[in-house]
């Protein structure tokens, strides 16, 4: 199992155009790109390989579009090549309508950057956890509790927006930070691995919510579904395009998601703390013997984590729906996974990705108009992305691109 | 040399041990007062528990106990048992009696709860097995593939597609081809997650949760595309009707409870069987076992690694999707978007809680299953706790179980971490 001097390796180098297999020359290129980025790893398996697998998937995607229509199934032996035209049609219908969806049009951007600004903060909060060696599954529920309390801020308080709003986002992310600092303390204190205690946290926050939506505290007065009161109007995140046409959902949020990218990259890169969790991510047993606190790292990690969770729960219901109601966090939180992953933990590789993910989700509805592909294909394209940022040597084998760094280990299983 | 083996544990607790003791010890006396406060004081009432289900060949009478007097013997019980705890402690029994505890509250809660009414036991244990089905198979495809080092967290995608296939096959050719086909679907996956774990040795947690993304997006893609449409023709299968087992099935009580189910419980208690024995009895599982606690031990012993990750994790896909095409052949008749709701991840979760052991996931399922089934007869008694609480119940357990607050759950020991052959 040599990577290094077997398989499409060799054969490139027989066959290959351009030889720069040595590390020498890698080098600058590099430097250079650690400098700009902040990010190790060269310029090919940082954004290459994010590319092709999005390609790839999208590729994927265009053949199960082909394969999942009946009637089209049954044409192709009556007539191949109408079947053939046909088939391109519809496929064409879809990515069209998915594009058109997406950046067609204002309203497309802006419904794009609104879904984006949930996925970014979302995608943080997985992305600072991996930084640190830890992976925080519980976006979802970080989400939920940040959402729930930033909700309850939002409706209970009476007071100017200049202090009404700040107050209910930054109840969002205390929410979330507490949700995900118990499994951070959890792991630094006792062993329990988060990836089980973060799934945990996430079912017991739905049931949660669940319950917390038929409390007269929370419930909307006469209604008997789960559904909660309204945020009042000075703790909504102003419309950012209301000027054009009201009917445009942007808002500030994707502000605060900015800026938090901008906070992560600058903790993560440019301060003391955020050294350590990266120390800490590499080689935790390095870090101990470096005098670092290892256990400090952990909780406070899964508590910046959790608190960007718990933002990206509250711009959903402080920018975008007012209220909350079951799975108000529309398994956004799942998506950060494979989001952080795209944007190789990197913040800006996270909004990058965010708006790629955003995109989808945006364009997806009209796709379904626009060609009858249902939305749930942009799953099943996210869960293909990830498959080929997670398993580079896929997309090696496909392409023939060198110098693609191996899959990165982030867990270190269970056994403590 | 006997004498010393048998008070050895007692003099040697370690500092950990003696510390859970006296944790479980003030639980214990907690407990009790919790008993005592919130069952005992106030309630009246007799609470009438029914023993026989309708149509059984035997009648027993029904089981009236007083709500309030119950819960005093329960209380006094439980502070007992606090007592010993901290006092002398249960050494090995500690668990069974922790079991035993959990047992008697919960038979006391019921008893609050029903004070006054009266309250199938026989039909509500029958649900509990019957919830707990699809969790036992996802435990079990957990044990399976953990105990060969890999970690499976695609149980939840690989139940949903059994489910699926189960659902659309099951409907053009028949439940058994369903059932087949769910099993295939898994045993797929499970494949794609054994290569991506074991041969290209991606982060054996995203190669989980990418299953999940990819399952749950294809079921749901394809539910809206083709099984909408054609609801009658491909989301419509026979589901396996229950079968009463002769003679035990006529045992009272117990009878209905265990024996009077379709075929999947009766594959599901097999399947306990044959694992356990299998793992712990045979030259298979004794390779397996090593494989996973030491790979490097084991590849030097001769044996092969990888083979026994790519059979074993793709034998757990197999009973997980067999697990999942329970959801439609065996119970609903017909596919639904993400019907399977998280019984992966309390699959998951029952794996911990039974300590990676088949028949600890199946009485930790049993559990589960018992959450979810009083939580669904607690909504037709109008009792002043919220279902959602119960429904919390397996996940916040399953936590307290990996903190080692009570019991420390020792997972295989490379569990998850990819071997390299040097």
Known sequence: MNDENTGPEAEDRVTGEEVDTEPASNGPDRRIWARITGAEGDWRSQVLVPVLAVFTALVIGAVIIAVSDVDLLGLWGDDAGEAFRQTLARIGDAYGGLFKGAFGSVRGVSETFTWATPLILAGLSVAIGFRAGLFNIGAEGQMLMGGMLALVIGFQLNVTIWLHLPLAILGGFIGGAIWGGIPGWLRARTGAHEVITTIMFNWIAIRFVDYALKTTFIQREGRPDRISKDVLESARLPKLLSWIDPQYRLNAGIIVALLAAWGVYWLLFKSTVGFEFRAVGANPDGARYAGMNVTRAYILVMAVAGGLGGLAGSTQILGVLGNATPGFSANLGFDAIALALLGRSHPFGVVLAGILFGALRAGGQQMQVASDVGIDLILVIQALIVVFIAAPELIRAIFRVRAVKAAEQITRGWAT | ?422
């Open chain 2, 1 to 422: 040399m006997t004498a010393a083996t048998a008070t050895a544990p007692r003099v040697l607790r370690s500092p950990a041990e003696i510390r859970r003791s006296r944790i479980i010890g003030i639980i214990y006396l907690m407990l009790a007062a919790f008993v005592l406060v919130v069952f005992a004081m106030g309630t009246e009432g007799d609470a009438t528990f029914k023993l026989a289900a309708t149509g059984d060949r035997f009648e027993i009478p029904d089981l009236v106990l007083s709500a309030a007097g119950l819960s005093y013997v329960a209380a006094a019980f439980l502070a007992f048992l606090g007592g010993i705890q901290l006092t002398r402690g249960f050494g090995k029994a500690t668990n069974i009696i922790l079991g035993l505890a959990m047992a008697v509250i919960a038979f006391t809660f019921l008893g609050w709860a029903a004070a006054g009414k009266s309250l199938s036991l026989v039909g509500m244990l029958q649900l509990t097995v019957v919830k707990s089905v699809p969790i036992t198979f996802g435990a079990l495809s957990g044990v399976m593939c953990e105990r060969v080092a890999v970690i499976n967290i695609g149980i939840e995608g690989m139940l949903l597609s059994g489910a699926f296939l189960g659902a659309l096959i099951g409907s053009v050719a028949g439940p058994w081809m369903g059932i087949l086909a769910g099993i295939l679907v898994g045993g797929l996956l499970a494949f794609a997650l054994a290569v991506l774990a074991i041969k290209y040795r991606v982060d054996q947690i995203i190669a989980g949760v990418v299953i999940n993304i990819f399952a749950l997006g294809i079921t749901s893609y394809l539910t809206s595309s083709i099984l909408v449409e054609n609801s009658d023709t491909l989301n419509r299968v026979d589901i396996f009707r229950a079968w009463k087992v002769p003679l035990l099935g006529d045992i009272p009580f117990i009878g209905p409870i265990f024996f009077n189910h379709n075929f999947f419980v009766y594959g599901m208690y097999v399947l306990v069987a044959v694992i356990a024995f299998a793992l712990f009895k045979t030259r298979w599982g004794l390779r397996s076992r090593a494989v996973g606690e030491h790979p490097k031990a084991a590849d030097t012993l001769g044996i092969n690694v990888f083979r026994f990750r790519y059979l074993n994790v793709i034998l757990g896909g197999m009973i997980a999707g067999f697990g999942g095409a329970y959801f439609t052949v065996g119970s609903a008749g017909a596919f639904d978007e993400n019907m399977s709701a998280g019984r992966g991840f309390i699959g998951l979760a029952a794996m911990i809680f039974g300590r990676w052991h088949p028949v600890g996931a199946l009485g930790a399922a049993l559990v589960f299953g018992f959450a979810d089934s009083l939580q669904a007869k607690l909504a037709i008694l109008q009792t002043p706790i919220p279902g959602e609480f119960l429904l919390m119940a397996p996940y916040i357990v399953t936590v307290i179980v990996v903190a080692g607050v009570v019991g420390r759950a020792r997972p295989p020991a490379a569990d998850g971490q990819p071997y390299v052959k040097e």
